[in-house]
């Protein structure tokens, strides 16, 4: 356990940051379901239209810190493969 005041401040923000995190990957993973619901059923315009919601909210979690750049690049450009299949 932590023993200075310095160690027990970083344990605080740490758990707070991780908190953030979480609630924003979940957001993420929210909005990837909502394309790939849309994908599984064949809308091709949903699917775009919940893309272009999905996409922000995506680089939104890069710009944070709490997902790694190439993941997202490499999820959005699979999403966008599937949705461009269907057409």
Do not use: C, Y
């Amino acid at each position: 356990m932590a023993h200075t005041p310095s160690a027990k401040k970083r344990v605080r923000q740490n758990e707070r940051r991780r908190q953030i995190n979480q609630r924003r990957k979940s957001r993420i993973r929210t909005f990837v379901k909502k394309v790939e619901k849309a994908i599984r059923q064949g809308d091709q315009e949903g699917a775009r239209a919940a893309f272009r919601d999905a996409q922000p909210e995506i680089m939104r979690g890069v710009n944070k810190g709490a997902i790694h750049r190439n993941k997202a690049r490499r999820k959005l450009s699979r999403l966008s493969q599937r949705i461009k299949a269907l057409g």
